[in-house]
């Protein structure tokens, strides 16, 4: 009858019988994911082979949520690595607390919108809190402060466009000059990526080991005067990816200063020193930056994806970051002040990264993060004196944080390559080869990483013995 409302058809938002089954199955899978130590990392299938298995899924009718859910579980997830699986040490791995990742299914339940504080107070104040504590370890003075963004490499965006607007505003000429950065070369990929995108020219100091202070201003020196004018930022790296090694963070500060160029040190990886009595030492003069990445989906056990920009002076990072449009005029008026996350990074949505570790803080408190860090550290010790103790393997070089690089004797880079999928394909560990370049040239290594308190000796030994 005209007028009369009609009653809605079942379907993607209503909730029925069906879709609650679906939520117990989900929460079985969870449960069961969290509490069970799973003995295979699982490795790739190709493409076509997924596909086969899988068949079509994106239809019309859908196939139904029981249906996918299972094709996921028995398929698609064997076919994933498990980041937090304890023999998984390559890259920078991961392994979010088991309350990190629970509170991640409550941060995605919530639906709550992280840009502006009107609409996301409440997420918004735990990321402030997490942050607090973040800003306290790094030693940074009063004022300084910050935002999670999507990981290291947003971060590092972020820093680096508000350390280019900051160079552009002090000299009303510069406001169309191409920027010019300095880092070394065992700088993050990222770098050079964000480099690309800001359309910004880059030098590497040519160090893969721990750049100096000397061999910086060696750099600085070699610069031509149009160079020097365009020089707007200088990056350090406290914790490279591929060794864990630290650049002179002090004397390069010193520099920085005199100079009066932006300070950047990516601590993506190394940040988690800073909760370790024993190794934040290491990390002196990460305060004296006018920014820091720290990601704390590595060294701080939360869960993908949750990085972090750090900022000396939260001013400079607004002023390059704020968006301007007549729908967000309202979040200017004074009902809806309070902290807005995304005036100070490059992302206007966001969702909330930081409430996961904020909830993990908060369950287990801070010394059980230093507990968890100083294991990694001693899990490269002791990876580094099975090393020296066995003939068919040698350390490459000193361990640096929790990164160990060592050489199989004899063998030619197609025999790491062979030995990292035999490995994988058998679901056992996934260790994979990186290039380690010093004064007597370049060579394909084997590398560890570890994050993973969970990770034993055993692991370590069995992998050692793999390589026989």
Known sequence: MEGKEQKPKAGMHNIDMSFIEMTLDVMKYVIHRLTHTESHIGSPKKEEELRKLVGETITKEGVGGEYAFSLFKDILVPASVQIDHPRHLAFVPAAPTRASIMFDLVTAASSIHGSYWMEGAGGIFCEMEAMRWLVSITGMPEGAFGVFTSGGTAANLSALVAARDSWRNKVSDR?????????????????????????????????????????????????????????????????????????????????????????????????????????????????????????????????????????????????????????????????????????????????????????SLAMHGTDSYERAVDRGLELAKIAAALITDKNHVEMVRPVGLSCVLYRRIGWEPEDYTEWTYQNHKKGYALVTPTKWTDNRGSEMVARFCFINPDTTTEDIAGILESMR
């Not at 750049?211 to 490279?240: P, W, Y």
């Not at 009066?260 to 370790?276: E, P, R």
């Not at 009595?277 to 949750?306: M, N, V």
């Open 175 to 359: 406001k169309h000059m191409k920027g010019l950065m300095i880092a070394s070369s065992g700088a993050h990929s990222s770098i050079q990526s964000m480099a690309q995108v800001m359309d910004v020219d880059l030098i590497l100091v040519p160090n893969e080991d721990s750049c100096s202070a000397k061999e910086l201003q060696d750099c600085i020196s070699g610069l031509s005067k149009e160079e020097t004018i365009r020089l707007c930022a200088i990056i350090a790296t406290a914790g490279t990816t591929n060794a864990g090694i630290i650049d002179d963070l002090i004397g390069i500060a010193t520099i920085c200063k005199e100079l009066n160029i932006w300070y950047h040190i990516d601590a993506a990886y190394g940040g988690g020193a800073l909760v370790s009595q024993k190794a934040r030492g290491l990390l002196s003069g990460i305060e004296k930056a006018d920014s820091i990445t720290i990601d704390p989906h590595k060294w701080f056990f939360a869960p993908y994806d949750c990085g972090a920009v750090l900022y000396r002076d939260m001013e400079l990072a607004k002023n390059a970051h704020a968006q301007m449009g007549s729908y967000l005029e309202i979040f200017k008026d004074e009902g809806a002040q309070g902290f807005n996350p995304s005036e100070y990074q490059i992302q206007l949505t966001r969702r909330l990264r930081g409430m996961p570790l904020w909830f």
